[in-house]
């Protein structure tokens, strides 16, 4: 059997495959290697019904968010090795991932536009170009985590209207300046904190200031990586992820100031990179 796995910072699909018949679907946390240790990996993979088919797996295909160098793939292909006790574990990027399912054999420029960013250049086999996203402190102009921070610090500054601001005590009423800088500086994913906003943002869509947040964010994601790739306008630009696929056209109309013309959105890569897997 084959199991194929995409992983971002908050959540994995795997999907286990035998003769060309998929047997099982399920969802795991995500496990980006800068975020996750081998306790953690393993206990979330035997809570999971993995466990009951973890001898019968052959191959495993894990792409994931945070595992472009072959320091991390190593890592983790090594703690999924200790699981998948008789399979051969090949572990690569999740832009890999985003690729091949968007563009299967084709060329094109592909982003993942999830709880991070990322971006690449795809000839229809590799990976030619990608400018780094530096992560969530440094980067990911257009993720989730970078709406999340210029949501949250309007708000801690005062800078969102009242409707705005008091419908944000109502839904989240233990969130305080103390708590939220807590959640931030203290404790573990402050990443996938700051982009559980993003929901929250999406529903004030119409209100100015947040209409001003979303288009700063993607205005940046354009400016930050796409116009950056070379003949960047030759190329459609494909969608992968939650946020691309929720912010879809807010991204369209951005992309137009640009020149750039936007094909596949896809939500969840992984049926299409199953599909992959079967033809090529």
């Keep these: 059997m084959i199991l194929v796995a995409d992983s971002g910072s908050t959540k994995t699909d795997w999907r286990l495959i035998n003769d060309k018949t998929e047997v099982l679907a399920c969802s795991?946390?995500?496990?980006?290697?800068?975020?996750?240790?081998?306790?953690?990996?393993?206990?979330?993979?035997?809570a999971s019904i993995l466990e009951g088919k973890k001898e019968e797996v052959e191959q495993v295909f894990f792409y994931g968010a945070g595992c472009s160098s072959e320091e991390k793939?190593?890592?983790?292909?090594?703690?999924?090795?200790?699981?998948?006790?008789?399979?051969?574990?090949?572990?690569?990027?999740?832009?890999?991932?985003?690729?091949?399912?968007?563009?299967?054999?084709?060329?094109?420029?592909?982003?993942?536009?999830?709880?991070?960013?990322?971006?690449?250049?795809?000839?229809?086999?590799?990976?030619?170009?990608?400018?780094?996203?530096?992560?969530?402190?440094?980067?990911?102009?257009?993720?989730?985590?970078?709406?999340?921070?210029?949501f949250i610090k309007k708000l801690l500054h005062g800078h969102l209207s009242d409707k705005v601001s008091t419908d944000f005590k109502h839904t989240f009423p233990k969130f305080n300046l103390n708590t939220i800088l807590d959640k931030v500086y203290k404790e573990a994913l402050p990443n996938r904190f700051l982009a559980s906003?993003?929901?929250?943002?999406?529903?004030?869509?119409?209100?100015?200031?947040?209409?001003?947040?979303?288009?700063?964010?993607?205005?940046?994601?354009?400016?930050?990586?796409?116009?950056?790739?070379?003949?960047?306008?030759?190329?459609?630009?494909?969608?992968?992820?939650?946020?691309?696929?929720y912010f879809h056209k807010h991204i369209v109309l951005i992309a137009k100031d640009y020149g750039v013309i936007i094909g596949k959105v896809i939500q969840q890569p992984i049926s299409e990179l199953v599909d992959f897997h079967l033809k090529y």
Excluded: W
């Excluded at 119409?206 to 070379?230: A, C, G, R, W």
């Design 73 to 150: 793939q190593t890592f983790l292909a090594a703690i999924f090795a200790q699981f998948f006790t008789n399979a051969n574990i090949t572990v690569a990027h999740d832009l890999l991932a985003a690729a091949r399912a968007a563009c299967k054999n084709e060329s094109g420029l592909v982003a993942i536009l999830g709880t991070g960013a990322n971006t690449c250049l795809y000839n229809g086999t590799d990976i030619t170009h990608n400018i780094p996203a530096l992560g969530y402190i440094l980067g990911d102009e257009g993720g989730g985590v970078h709406l999340g921070k210029l």
């Design 197 to 245: 906003f993003a929901q929250f943002i999406l529903k004030h869509e119409n209100e100015t200031e947040i209409n001003l947040i979303i288009h700063q964010s993607f205005d940046e994601f354009f400016k930050q990586y796409i116009v950056m790739y070379p003949n960047y306008q030759q190329y459609p630009l494909h969608i992968v992820g939650s946020i691309g696929f």
């Design 28 to 46: 795991t946390m995500g496990f980006n290697p800068y975020f996750v240790d081998t306790s953690v990996v393993l206990k979330e993979l035997s």
